[in-house]
T-cell receptor, first 115, second 117 residues
Framework: DVKVTQSSRYLVKRTGEKVFLECVQD?????MFWYRQDPGLGLRLIYF???????EKGDIPEGYSVSREKKERFSLILESASTNQTSMYLC??????????????FGSGTRLTVV | AQTVTQSQPEMSVQEAETVTLSCTYD???????LFWYKQPPSRQMILVIR??????QNATENRFSVNFQKAAKSFSLKISDSQLGDAAMYFC??????????????FGKGTHLIIQP
């Protein structure tokens, strides 16, 4: 069963801490994504990556960075966590595809609370 | 930039009845995909149905069907014979085909569907 695995389901961190959210996919997908989900706002794209060591800003990159050293792993980094980063974080992956379905697959999410 | 609008924050339907969730989108592109995702309390995003913009025929998956109106940029989801397991958040999403999917999905804000027994 193919999957996207997020390392933590729940996480509580203190303001100012450096936080790493890890995501691993086993489908050999080229593309990986980090979304943030907040009630009433839907899912918003933070960063995405279309290849190893490549990264692109999404719609709300401020306060975040990412790392993709290996194809299967995409990490989201909060350099100095703040309370307004309390949210649900969803990782997703897809293969590169034009003219056909790209096979988006999502992880189960990490609910991060910053206190 | 593309936008996706879901105008119904919450919908309620009696079990076994039919409900329609609305979605409109804005794009200047001609090649794209549209999706409906379901997110139950488990938080796992589940693909319900997808529609290729170049196909005129509306997609259907068992009790789920869409009404795709390309000129009106409308993509509604119809759930027939609603079941208790259909209760979830439903998200409409758009994907441009120009980048091969590398730039991700654009989501609406979601509709919370409640099924009344």
């Amino acid at each position: 069963d193919v999957k996207v695995t997020q390392s933590s389901r729940y996480l509580v961190k203190r303001t100012g801490e450096k936080v790493f959210l890890e995501c691993v996919q086993d489908m050999d997908h080229e593309n990986m994504f980090w979304y943030r989900q907040d009630p009433g706002l839907g899912l918003r794209l933070i960063y995405f990556s279309y290849d190893v060591k490549m990264k692109e800003k999404g719609d709300i990159p401020e306060g975040y960075s990412v790392s993709r050293e290996k194809k299967e792993r995409f990490s989201l980094i909060l350099e100095s966590a703040s309370t307004n980063q309390t949210s649900m974080y969803l990782c997703a992956s897809s293969y590169h595809s034009r003219g056909q379905e790209a096979g988006y697959t999502f992880g189960s999410g990490t609910r991060l609370t910053v206190v | 930039a593309q936008t996706v609008t879901q105008s119904q924050p919450e919908m309620s339907v009696q079990e076994a009845e039919t409900v329609t969730l609305s979605c409109t989108y804005d794009t200047s592109e001609s090649d794209y995909y549209l999706f409906w995702y379901k997110q139950p309390p488990s938080r796992q995003m589940i693909l319900v149905i997808r529609q290729e913009a170049y196909k005129q025929q509306n997609a259907t998956e068992n009790r789920f069907s869409v009404n795709f109106q390309k000129a009106a940029k409308s993509f509604s989801l119809k759930i027939s014979d609603s079941q208790l397991g259909d209760a979830a958040m439903y998200f409409c999403a758009y994907r441009s085909d120009s980048g091969g999917g590398a730039d991700g999905l654009t989501f609406g804000k979601g509709t919370h569907l409640i099924i009344q027994p």
